[in-house]
């Protein structure tokens, strides 16, 4: 994902839990799914049109909060990604020994706070005395603390995307959340038209519904392998690592959404180059460290109609030719040179899209999916 957390460790993470803790299910049929559409829509997670019919820009989800300027998951990385212009927040949530859920992507202190000691072998009043190694020394936040701050009236457009981390128990961590959010309100909208729950296996998937069955869900993952395997299930967002995107089958992936009506996000884009390739191939959402660079990319990205022919007769075309562009290009061309995408990060982006495929491919075997069963649970709970 980042300079502390590398692409090997993130992934490796996951395949440590997975191998430990996952039970197989039979292999997936690709067959039309008739039990489908109990995940609920939220429509107000779409980018709309521009005046000009013009796809609006993504949105901008500020990972883990301004990371690039602040310390990660804080009250200072959230605040001041809500005011450089972020709309969500990505976050990721742990419980500790006795209960409360709290804000750390990494399940143990180490690396934040700089003690060797698991977030769930700690009680919440030794957590909330540790400072960040990073200035400005911040505490770790609650999940609570964060729903408090942006349920002011002039923070009501702000949403959060929440990361489930697979070292969490999956009930006992469903079931605290839904616990908190029935018991904190949110005055001007309800949570769940604020909030979208990031889970990265179908067991999660499936205890969303059971748990907070009004609340939309995302599927996190650097496998498009097991992400194709839920493209025919309406109303589930894609969360995909970025360079599983531009590497082999990311094109392929992103028409088939489209062609399914998915919305599809992208994580975490750091590079102003990878930023306007993500605007280009029009993502629905951006995760990334730096809100306020996103923001000005897309507030410099421009759009040009124009009319061209193709095989049915004469039909108006809208050229995104990115920030800077001066409406003198004679044809449409979805070029990544447009971006400034280099030789070298077109090699970085083939070895990491490789690397993500090998891995990506054990993830979906451990975590094999019997769509068919999935959606008769889903099905299920639905009646009941």
């Not at 450089?84 to 859920?101: F, K, N, P």
């Not at 498009?224 to 969360?239: G, H, T």
């Not at 095989?311 to 108006?316: I, L, Q």
């Given at each position: 994902m980042d300079a502390e957390t590398?692409?090997?460790?993130?992934?490796?993470?996951?395949l440590q839990y997975s191998l430990k803790a996952r039970?197989?299910?039979?292999?997936?049929?690709?067959?039309?799914?008739?039990?489908a559409g109990h995940f609920p829509q939220a429509q107000w997670v779409d980018r709309g049109r521009n005046k000009d019919v013009t796809r609006a820009k993504p949105f901008t989800i500020a990972h883990r909060g301004f990371k690039a300027k602040y310390p990660e998951n804080t009250m200072s990385a959230f605040t001041h990604a809500i005011r450089?212009?972020?709309?969500?927040?990505?976050?990721?949530?742990?419980?500790?020994?006795?209960?409360?859920?709290v804000l750390s992507h990494d399940a143990t202190l180490q690396r934040c706070f700089g003690v060797k000691k698991r977030i769930i072998d700690c009680d919440w009043q030794y957590i909330s005395s540790l400072r960040t190694r990073r200035e400005p020394f911040e505490p770790m936040p609650r999940l609570v603390d964060l729903l408090r701050y942006i349920s002011t009236p002039e923070r009501k457009h702000v949403w959060l995307l929440l990361d489930i981390k697979l070292d969490n128990h999956p009930e006992t961590i469903m079931r605290a959340i839904a616990n908190l959010l029935h018991s904190i309100p949110s005055e001007h909208r309800p949570w769940n038209k604020r909030i979208i729950i990031g889970c990265w296996t179908a067991e999660y998937l499936s205890l969303c519904h059971t748990y907070l069955?009004?609340?939309?869900?995302?599927?996190?993952?650097?496998?498009?392998?097991?992400?194709?395997?839920?493209?025919?299930?309406?109303?589930?967002?894609?969360?995909?690592?970025?360079?599983?995107?531009?590497?082999?089958?990311g094109a392929q992936f992103l028409e088939d959404a489209k062609n399914a009506q998915q919305k599809v996000f992208a994580w975490t884009v750091n590079d102003e180059s990878f930023m306007r390739w993500s605007i280009r191939h029009t993502m629905d959402g951006v995760v990334?460290?730096?809100?306020?660079?996103?923001?000005?990319?897309?507030?410099?990205?421009?759009?040009?109609?124009?009319?061209?022919?193709?095989?049915?007769?004469?039909?108006?075309?809208?050229?995104?030719?990115?920030?800077?562009?001066d409406g003198d290009g004679d044809d449409y061309e979805d070029d990544d040179e447009d971006d400034g995408i280099t030789v070298l990060q077109h090699v970085n982006i083939l070895i990491a899209g490789v690397i993500l495929y090998v891995l990506g491919s054990m993830f979906a075997t451990v975590h094999q999916v019997d769509l068919k069963e999935f959606l008769d649970e889903l099905y299920d709970e639905y009646e009941k």
């Open positions: 590398p692409i090997l460790e993130n992934v490796m993470a996951t039970r197989p299910t039979s292999p997936s049929s690709p067959k039309p799914l008739e039990k450089v212009g972020a709309q969500g927040l990505e976050t990721d949530v742990h419980l500790s020994r006795d209960g409360e859920i069955p009004s609340f939309p869900v995302s599927l996190i993952s650097y496998s498009l392998i097991y992400a194709r395997k839920f493209l025919q299930i309406p109303n589930i967002f894609f969360n995909i690592k970025l360079k599983a995107l531009m590497g082999p089958g990334t460290d730096n809100s306020e660079l996103f923001q000005r990319i897309c507030d410099g990205w421009k759009v040009e109609r124009r009319c061209f022919y193709n095989n049915n007769g004469y039909k108006y075309g809208l050229l995104d030719k990115g920030d800077g562009y």
